[in-house]
């Protein structure tokens, strides 16, 4: 090869060499411009290591090459200061014997290769790599400062729980007194109610009744919420079930004129499930089915065989105001309450779909609804259904 | 004047300001973006420290080595001749402190004589403080260190750091 070949592959591969001599001192410069540009020709006759700062710290390695003790030296990625267009420029500095013609070695080859390019594509990788880290750590903080904050809600909830089951614990207790008094007095246990006291005292009396049944709620609301609800799980016969619950609301029923309509097979199997639990969500849906439907609406109770194995299926359905689109979704969220309840006058603290909720999924079914405006609205849940026929005497 | 050139490297994780530090006590200049180094920049400053009753001309040769775990390997071979050392951590990150003791360490295995200072760096950013000057004051007694709590961005300390190292470079 001529010499101005290697001069081109030493421009193509943006490559410059130094010699030195054994002392270090610079005895030729040549290679690539873009390196040597502005300095080269001050360097001849000076030190290496004071031209090369970053060889300082390397001078025993230096002298084992000069010994033939190491092969080479290499310094990657330096920095150095930016170029016009603002880059880092990165350069591998590597140090090689110089050797004669009988393979003494005379001085050192100091390489300088312009390496810019990888060094940039290097750093944007670690830059990326730092940044994520960084986010990650800040992510990794803020969950620890969530998590904290969420044992803090976690107590306090706790507490909450404790106090209103407190509350509703001492409310029912006098509260089971007033009705029973209630009811001796308008029994006539205690003489003779003229008009007008009977119908003071019934007054008192659906109050009192109300009052009890949000003590009840409540109480429910936070065994549910602190996972103290046990059920006492039996065979039951449902229909028998539901024809309890039925008596029990038709004075209701009856006053409103609503007609409730039971649509059960012949032969439906029996369910496990908490026979006190189930008649509450069954009583809960047909009082929310009145209470939601103008005076004269039917109402409906069907029980059947479901379409998911292994479960019966409970349906109330109203013909009443219907539940909103935007609202169906949150209709089993504790207190939440419809804005058709305004509409309909209906007392209610927003409880009672919440707990038949968790009634139902503490039995392992589900329960769902569907719902027009105007149309009315249907009530929809499973229980697990059990193989043995129900004692003869109870169908 | 007596001219002495030492060496002296900047060691901490990544992005706890260590290349923003020396651009401070060079340039006196801050760059607000953080711009990861790879590899090692060389700076260098001249500074006159005292020393009994003479004035040394001091050049620091300011090693900025790469803080991520990628350049372990490297940073060792880099940190061969160090005279000093600055271990930086960032007070907005606690777990920057603890890394320091791997760096003071590896530093002592390769340059025993080393003198070591400590930067507690980013004290601008206090409301974000995760680590406490006490827990830097602990750090730095286990590291046998002085220690500075300093910004780069506002230039706290960071003067005060380099000369103070500077005199234990030239005692």
Redesign the interface.
Known sequence: MHPTDDQAILQDRKIAYVVTDRNLTVIEVSGAASILQNWSESWLGHPLLELV??L??????LAGILADQLPRLQ??????DPQTDGR?T?LTLVDLPRRDATGQITGLIHLIQDVTEI?CL??RL??Q???L??LQ?ELN?QNLQLAAANTELRRLDELKSAFVSIAAHELRTPLTSIVGYLEMLLDGDAGALNQKQTEYLGTVEASAARLLNIAHDLLDMTRIETGHLELVLETVDLLALANEVIAELSPQLDARTQPLDLHAPASLPCVLCDPLRVAQIMGNLINNASKYSPPGSPISLKLAVSDEPEFIQVSVADQGVGIPDLERAKIFEPFFRASTSALMNANGTGLGLSIARALVELHGGRIWVDSAPDTGTIFQFTLPLVHCPPPPAER | MISLSKKVCLLGDFAVGKTSLVRRFVYNLFEDKYFSTIGVKVSRKVVAVPRGDEIIELTLMLWDLAGSEEFDDVRISYMRGATGAVAVCDLTRPETLASLHDYAQTLRRVSPQAQLILAANKVDLADQAGASAEQVRELAAQLAAPYYLTSAKNGAQVETLFRHLGRLLVA
């Open positions: 700062p970053e300082m710290g390397s001078e025993q390695a310094i990657p990625l330096v920095n150095r880092t990165y060094g290097e750093q670690m830059q790599r730092n940044e880290r960084l750590d903080r």
